[in-house]
């Protein structure tokens, strides 16, 4: 699975591992750092290395007991 992350204002797209998931949160074990920025509905127009801007900047960038591992 992969996800695009923000890094200096462009998009990434980066190879993530998921052990276990469920209706509402995933739990990531790797390819994702507590507070990388995700896209988290990133359309068609998102490519990577294309330049975005990041929004909602007063939202927690991560939450849950599995942050940052």
């Known amino acids: 699975m992969a996800v ?3 890094e200096g204002g462009r998009a990434r797209l980066r190879r993530i591992t ?3 998931r ?3 949160e995933a739990w ?3 390819g994702l750092h507590a507070g990388e920025r995700v896209i988290q509905y990133p359309g ?3 490519s990577d290395g294309i ?3 990041a929004r909602g900047a007063d ?3 991560m939450r849950g007991a ?4």
């Open 4 to 6: 695009f992350v923000v």
């Open 59 to 61: 939202r927690p960038l």
């Open 44 to 46: 068609d127009a998102v």
């Open 51 to 53: 330049r975005v801007r």
């Open 18 to 20: 998921v052990a276990d």
């Open 28 to 30: 990531i074990t790797a």
């Open 22 to 24: 469920n209706g509402e």
């Open 66 to 69: 599995h942050a940052g591992r």
